[in-house]
């Protein structure tokens, strides 16, 4: 099932408590243009078809990453895309970004991107898993 952008963003602005749509909108364009670059092929392509059209194209259209960035370099690139954003305020921002992408994925698909992600990417959707 595909997410409306009203009740994505509506979900994304309840997780994040941002006190406005705007702000909801700026830490989820930022957090899957990063996440896009994570990201390759099919399992890419399947997160877009489960999020709004807005956002499907910020993550198959995502900025360029040299390398994978840990869990930590992530939230650093975050912080640095956000203005006035902290290593706080980034992580934040990536946990209710990514805990409603997780949200659209599925269990099923959940498993196979945290597969193409370095470890610890699991924290940051907010689907622990049992080493």
Do not use: C, K
């Not at 009203?6 to 979900?11: K, S």
């Not at 941002?18 to 989820?28: G, M, N, P, S, V």
């Not at 706080?88 to 269990?107: F, N, R």
């Not at 959940?110 to 990417?121: K, S, T």
């Amino acid at each position: 099932m595909v997410l409306r952008e009203e009740a994505f963003l509506e979900r994304v602005q309840e997780r994040g408590e941002y006190e406005t749509r705007q702000e909801a909108e700026r830490a989820a364009r930022v957090i899957l243009a990063l996440l896009g670059a994570h990201l390759v092929g099919e399992v890419r392509a399947e997160l877009a078809a489960r999020l709004p059209e807005t956002y499907a194209l910020i993550l198959l259209n995502p900025l360029a990453a040299a390398e994978p960035l840990s869990p930590q370099r992530f939230v650093r690139a975050t912080a640095a895309w956000i203005d006035g954003a902290t290593e706080e305020t980034a992580t934040w921002d990536v946990g209710a970004v990514l805990s409603v992408a997780a949200d659209a994925a599925g269990d099923d698909l959940m498993n196979e991107i945290l597969l193409q992600l370095p470890a610890g990417y699991d924290l940051l959707f907010g689907h622990p898993r049992s080493t």
